[in-house]
């Protein structure tokens, strides 16, 4: 069982699903050559995929292109289906910081094959996650600026005010294929930046107005 922790109410939430969006931020789109689809486009991560503050995360020895997406992470505090975007922002309990880790080079052969590439994204220790900070802490989610620093150097900086698609849209969208529960995580897109890792790395993502999030790789 994996557990995320809401600071301030100290309520622990036990992860069903993580569900990720594609290309929700053009310029991350446009460095990987990529068009951004008109709609919203998810893919899952298990919660085996968890890691959280000061651990570490390991690639897996079939990759030799494992990079890093810093995403902001929406806790889902309440079940829903088929949620209008004007209601979608009180099913979230909290916000928080996610690494998506991606093993590039294998998503890509993937893809190119035409089959599924989940063992890209959702392999042991793929998904970072800090604590989350309760909702109502957080007066626009849609004004947050993300960075993440390998090594201390500067690899990707945004503001989630540059998504596509917004987070009650994503929550909207989503919800129309899966039910959503109290537990879930959506991760929200990464910003463009995004690059390799390699053995003995650090990384350092921030999300203003919700702190830092540390781990190593190996």
């Keep these: 069982m994996h557990t995320v922790l809401l600071s301030g109410k100290e309520r622990t939430y036990r992860v069903g699903k993580i569900l990720c969006v594609t290309r929700n931020y053009r310029a991350h789109a446009a460095e990987l050559n990529n068009e951004p689809p008109a709609q919203p486009v998810f893919f899952l991560k298990?919660?085996?995929?968890?890691i959280s503050q000061g651990e570490?995360?390991?690639i897996p020895p079939c990759s030799r292109n494992c990079q890093h997406e810093v995403e902001l992470a929406v806790l889902i505090g309440k079940w829903g289906k088929n949620i209008a975007?004007?209601?979608?922002?009180?099913?979230?309990?909290g916000y928080g910081i996610g690494i998506d880790l991606t093993l590039r080079d294998l998503q890509g052969d993937l893809k190119a094959k035409g089959l599924p590439w989940s063992m890209a994204k959702g392999f042991d220790t793929?998904?970072?996650?800090?604590?989350?900070v309760p909702a109502a802490q957080i007066?626009?989610?849609?004004?947050l600026g993300l960075s993440l620093y390998v090594n201390d150097e500067l690899r990707?900086?945004?503001?989630?005010?540059e998504m596509i698609h917004s987070i009650p849209d994503l929550i909207s969208a989503a919800s129309a294929i899966f039910s959503l529960e109290e537990g879930d995580i959506l991760l929200t897109g990464t910003?463009?930046?995004?690059g390799p890792l390699v053995s003995g790395d650090r990384l350092k993502a921030?999300?203003?107005q919700l702190g830092t999030l540390v781990i190593d790789i190996r």
Aim: one cysteine or more; proline letters at 14%.
């Design 46 to 50: 298990p919660a085996s995929s968890i």
């Design 56 to 58: 570490t995360a390991v």
């Design 85 to 93: 975007p004007e209601t979608a922002l009180s099913h979230v309990a």
């Design 126 to 132: 793929s998904c970072p996650l800090s604590d989350f």
């Design 139 to 143: 007066p626009d989610p849609q004004a």
């Design 156 to 161: 990707q900086q945004g503001n989630s005010a």
């Design 191 to 194: 910003p463009a930046g995004v």
């Design 206 to 208: 921030q999300i203003s």
